[in-house]
């Protein structure tokens, strides 16, 4: 349990650079498609065992 929190941690810490890679490949697949966040990650109360909420609204074919 402590290895995941740590693990976590560290993606939490660099969050921006895997909502590029989130958002990219989202916008491969579903290409007219919006991606919103919700949760702490935009209240700013962030912390080891918080996850990075992520709503996306598509229509799928």
């Not at 590029?20 to 919103?36: D, G």
């Not at 209240?43 to 080891?48: D, I, K, S």
């Amino acid at each position: 349990m402590l290895d995941l929190m740590i693990k976590t941690k560290e993606m939490i810490k660099n969050h921006r650079k895997y909502l590029k890679i989130i958002n990219k490949n989202i916008k491969l697949v579903l290409k007219e498609s919006q991606i919103y966040l919700f949760g702490s990650i935009i209240e700013g109360n962030l912390v080891a065992a918080s996850d990075i909420d992520i709503l996306i609204i598509a229509e799928v074919p």
